[in-house]
C-alpha cells in the first residue's frame, strides 16, 4: 500500500475546509475563506416547518454540497461523484481510489465518527472528511474540523457513510479528477460576490436572507408567550448552537468571509473590499454579543418577555446592519 | 473579534481532543493567523441544556417502559437520539408501523427478525431490547 502525503490543515468549516485541503494537494491554492466566498457561503435562513429533534431550524450559510459545486464550477475543476446503493460496494471503490493514491472527501454522519467527543455527536449527515490512505485495517482521515489527522475503523466509517435520515449521504465520495494549475480568482470572486448579494437581498421568501434575521426576530420576541419557558429556552439554545457550535459557526461564517473579502481585497487591488472586511467583522460582533446574551437568558431559564424582547432587538440590529453591507457590497466593481 | 477576545471558556465538552479554530483580526484589523478556541460559555450552556432535554426524555420513556405504557423501542429510540421517521427508516418500515411497534402488546409479539432489526438498528443484542433494566 502506497503512503500518500497529505497535507493536512486545520479549517473552521468542514465544506470550505475539505475544498481548501484537496484542491492544496493538487497544487491549486485556496484558502479555506477564499474557497467559502467564492463558493457564496454566506447565508441566513430560519426554518420553523424543519424541525431538528423538535427544534425549528436555522442556518447561517448556505445548504450543504452548494459552496463545493459552486467553487468547483467557478474554477473549473472537475470532480468525479459517486453515490452508492450498498455499504459494501460503496467501501470496495473507496478501498480501489485510495488504493491508486487519490484522496477522497467523503460525506458522513457525525454520529457514527467515533473520534468525536459524545457531546457532539448529533445525527447530523452532511459532515465532510478526507480519506487519505490505510493503515492496516483502518482507514486515515484528514478531518478539517480536528487538529491533526486521525483513523477510523471500517465498520464506523460504513455506518457513517450509511447513515439514515436528511440529507441521506449514500456512500456519496468525490475526488478531483482534473484540476487547471493556474486560475485567475478575479472571476469567481466576482461572481460568488454577486450570488451571496443576491440570496442575502433578493430572495422573495420571507425565511431566507436579511429578511428571515427579521422574521426570526419577530418569533423569538413571541417565544415566552407561545412556547412557555421550557420550550422557549431550548428555542433559543438552538439559535445559539447552530450559531456558534464546531462546524456550524454563523458568527464565525461572518468573520470568515471578512476574512475572504480582506484576501479579495489585497489579491485585486480593491481598497473598498477591505472597508467592507472591517464592517462585516463589526456585524460578526454584533452576533456575538446576541448570542453572549441568549446564554445568559437560557441560563437563567426564566422567560421574562423583556430579556426575549431585547434579544429581538438585537437581531433587528444585526439584519439591518447586515442589508446596509450586502448593500453596498453589491454595488462594489469587482 | 479580535485575536485576544477569541474565547477560551473549557468546560470539558470537546474532552481535549480538538479545538475549535476562529478567524480573528489583529490590532490592525487584519486576518492574519486564525486562533483556535476551547469554547465559549454561551455555546456550553445552550449544548449542556440541548443534552438535558435528550437525558429528560430518554428518563421518562424508560419510567413509561417499566410501567408497562409503551414498549422498550420507544426507550432506545430515544436514547439513539433518534425520531420516528428517522428510526423508521433504519429498519426499513413506514412510520405507522414503527408507531405500532411500540405498542408493548404489539412488541410482545414481534417476530425474531423484526427484533433483530431493531436491535441491529441500536447496536444492541434482542437479549437487551426485550428485558430493559
Known amino acids: 500500500m502506497s503512503q500518500v502525503q497529505f497535507n493536512h490543515v486545520q479549517t473552521a468549516h468542514c465544506e470550505s475546509g475539505v475544498i481548501s485541503n484537496l484542491f492544496r494537494h493538487y497544487g491549486l491554492t485556496i484558502s479555506e475563506p477564499m474557497a467559502f466566498g467564492i463558493g457564496a457561503g454566506i447565508f441566513f435562513g430560519h426554518l420553523p416547518f ?50 491508486e493514491g487519490i484522496p477522497v472527501g467523503v460525506l458522513s454522519s457525525v454520529y457514527y465518527l467515533p473520534y468525536f467527543p459524545p457531546a ?35 465498520k ?55 429578511k428571515g434575521i427579521r422574521f426570526l426576530a419577530k418569533r423569538v420576541k413571541h417565544y415566552p408567550e407561545k412556547l412557555g419557558d421550557r420550550k422557549a429556552t431550548l428555542y433559543l439554545g438552538n439559535i445559539i448552537r447552530m450559531q456558534e457550535e464546531i462546524g456550524t459557526g454563523g458568527a464565525g461564517f461572518r468573520f470568515m468571509y471578512a476574512a475572504f473579502l480582506q484576501e479579495a481585497a489585497d489579491l485585486l487591488q480593491q481598497p473598498e473590499l477591505a472597508k467592507l472586511s472591517r464592517e462585516l467583522t463589526g456585524i460578526g460582533d454584533l452576533w456575538r454579543n446576541f448570542a453572549f446574551n441568549a446564554g445568559r437568558v437560557c441560563k437563567s431559564r ?33 | 473579534m479580535k485575536q485576544n477576545e477569541v474565547p477560551q471558556d473549557g468546560d470539558n465538552l470537546h474532552e481535549g481532543t480538538f479545538k475549535q479554530l476562529f478567524y480573528a483580526v489583529n490590532d490592525a484589523g487584519e486576518y492574519k493567523q486564525p486562533v483556535t478556541s476551547v469554547g465559549w460559555e454561551p455555546e456550553n450552556v445552550a449544548m449542556a441544556q440541548a443534552w438535558e432535554e ?29 425520531d420516528l421517521p428517522l428510526l423508521a427508516s433504519y429498519v426499513s ?41
Open chain 1, 50 to 99: 424543519v424541525k431538528v429533534n423538535g427544534v425549528p431550524g436555522t442556518t447561517y450559510r448556505i445548504w450543504p454540497g452548494a459552496i463545493f459545486q459552486r467553487v468547483c464550477s467557478r474554477l473549473g475543476v472537475k470532480m468525479q461523484s459517486q453515490k452508492f446503493s450498498s455499504p459494501e460496494k460503496a467501501m470496495q471503490e473507496l478501498d480501489r481510489v485510495i488504493g
Open chain 1, 120 to 154: 457532539y455527536r448529533f445525527h447530523f449527515n452532511a459532515h465532510n472528511l478526507v480519506i487519505y490512505g490505510k493503515n492496516g485495517d483502518n482507514y486515515q482521515v484528514s478531518d478539517p474540523i480536528m487538529d491533526v489527522v486521525t483513523e477510523i475503523d471500517p
Open chain 1, 156 to 210: 464506523s466509517l460504513a455506518e457513517a457513510r450509511f447513515a439514515k435520515g436528511f440529507p441521506e449521504p449514500k456512500g456519496k465520495m468525490y475526488y478531483p479528477v482534473q484540476v487547471p494549475s493556474g486560475v485567475s480568482l478575479q472571476k469567481p470572486i466576482r461572481q460568488g460576490i454577486e450570488q451571496a448579494c443576491h440570496y442575502m437581498l433578493k430572495i422573495p421568501v420571507p425565511m431566507f436572507g436579511v
Open chain 1, 302 to 334: 426564566s422567560a421574562d418577555n423583556v430579556s426575549y424582547g431585547e434579544l429581538s432587538e438585537m437581531l433587528l440590529q444585526c439584519a439591518a446592519a447586515e442589508e446596509v453591507f450586502f448593500k453596498k457590497l453589491s454595488k462594489v466593481k469587482v
Open chain 2, 54 to 82: 435528550v437525558h429528560a426524555k430518554v428518563e421518562k420513556a424508560r419510567e413509561r417502559v417499566l410501567a408497562g405504557e409503551i414498549s422498550p423501542i420507544a426507550y432506545y429510540m430515544e436514547k439513539n437520539l433518534m
Open chain 2, 93 to 133: 418500515k413506514f412510520q405507522w408501523q414503527v408507531k405500532r411497534h411500540l405498542q408493548p402488546r404489539v412488541f410482545k409479539n414481534l417476530s425474531s427478525t423484526m427484533l433483530q432489526r431493531y436491535a441491529a438498528a441500536f447496536k444492541i443484542t434482542v437479549q437487551e431490547l426485550q428485558h430493559l433494566k
